[in-house]
């Protein structure tokens, strides 16, 4: 059996036609699939039943199954997922007013080894496929509460650009007006700065935003809390951003996670004012550390990161604080499936 969600429209179309079938049925298909979420095909009532019943002989639609599910007060839900071979994976829907943003993953497990991050915590185990991903974003579609699904984040668990192919033909597909339909602008890669991918990616026609997970403006801290800065280093990263603005126009949010006693000072808040002060389009969002007991990773307290935002605002940088979200169910990645996998 394959799962139906590894073809494109021109691949279904293709192998429609390789079974003597008229291929328009291909669009008929991804309608029910990505529009309007069926999992059966026999519930897909204007196709024959003949072709019902030989898509149901070759492929499935959903890869994974729910292991379990946590819901917060403020209505974030976070869910972990069994793939077929048994690995899990967790995905989160995020609702606020009038949309609702799904954050998936990547990988199973995490090779980046982020000082401040549970999904390392357990290594790497592999990529995920297209199906796979795209698993994720129809299992979060079908099970938004109140608004639809509007906003697609590569912010769960993995290295989106260590997982380039599949990762960006699963946004084609997340992005495609025949499957989920949703604004390239509403699709966001976030990453930890593996330079290559950024290259990539300001080269590709897709209007996507870019998250960097910053963390650190010096490089001794970031080497510290990123390991990966150590292969690409701040001057390097902060260089091609500069390119990757000039060629696509296009805004950088820089992601800066505040740990107390790590990053929050407001000498680090200088240090970040100096490394981005050129940059024509960049944003950068404060995000208070979810605390991870086995991490000692803990925020700092409000006043301190007052003073931080302040110190950023005042030297004209574009800043936003992250409003903390499903803190009561461990929402921050890689926490659900850690708590699995330790049992
Ligand atoms: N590898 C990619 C995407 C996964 S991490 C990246 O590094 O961007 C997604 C975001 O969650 C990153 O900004 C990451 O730094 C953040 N994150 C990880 N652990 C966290 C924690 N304990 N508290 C708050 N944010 C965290």
């Given at each position: ?26 669009r ?11 999992l ?31 819901r ?10 069994e ?129 960097i ?49 790590v ?58 604080l ?22």
């Amino acid at each position: 059996m394959q799962d139906i969600k590894e073809l494109g429209l021109k691949e279904l179309e293709d192998k429609l036609q390789s079974l003597g079938l008229p291929k328009y049925h291909a669009r008929q298909i991804f309608k029910w699939i990505y529009q309007k979420g069926a999992l059966d095909f026999n519930n897909m009532s204007d196709l024959p039943a003949a072709l019902r019943k030989k898509l149901a002989g070759e492929f499935y639609i959903l890869g994974l199954e729910l292991a379990d599910l946590q819901r917060s007060s403020d209505g974030t839900t976070k869910f972990l997922f069994e793939l077929k071979d048994k690995n899990l994976i967790e995905a989160v829907n995020i609702p606020a007013a009038r949309r609702v943003t799904g954050c998936i993953s990547s990988q199973v497990g995490c090779k980046f080894s982020c000082q401040f991050c549970a999904s390392s915590l357990k290594g790497f185990k592999r990529n995920l496929t297209v199906g796979e991903i795209l698993d994720e974003a129809l299992y979060l579609k079908n099970n938004t509460q109140q608004a639809e699904l509007t906003h697609i984040v590569f912010m769960g668990t993995g290295e989106p650009l260590d997982n380039y192919e599949d990762v960006l033909k699963s946004i084609r597909m997340i992005n495609s007006p025949y499957a989920f339909n949703i604004g390239a602008r509403r699709i966001t890669i976030s990453t930890s700065g593996i330079i290559p991918g950024i290259k990539k990616l300001a080269g590709e026609d897709l209007q996507i935003e870019l998250s960097i997970s910053l963390h650190a403006a010096d490089d001794k801290t970031r080497s510290q809390l990123m390991p990966v800065n150590k292969r690409y280093p701040l001057e390097a990263l902060i260089k091609c951003c500069h390119e990757y603005i000039a060629k696509t126009n296009r805004q950088i949010t820089f992601e800066y996670i505040l740990i107390k006693g790590v990053n929050s000072s407001l000498p680090s808040a200088q240090n970040l004012v100096k490394l981005l002060k050129d940059l024509r389009l960049a944003k950068v969002n404060l995000i208070p550390a979810n605390p991870i007991t086995a991490l000692k990773i803990i925020p700092p307290s409000k006043a301190e990161i007052g003073a931080f935002k302040e110190c950023l605002f005042k030297s004209g940088i574009n800043v936003t604080l992250r409003q903390e979200r499903g803190q009561d169910i461990q929402a921050a990645c890689g926490q659900l499936r850690l708590r699995y996998e330790n049992k």
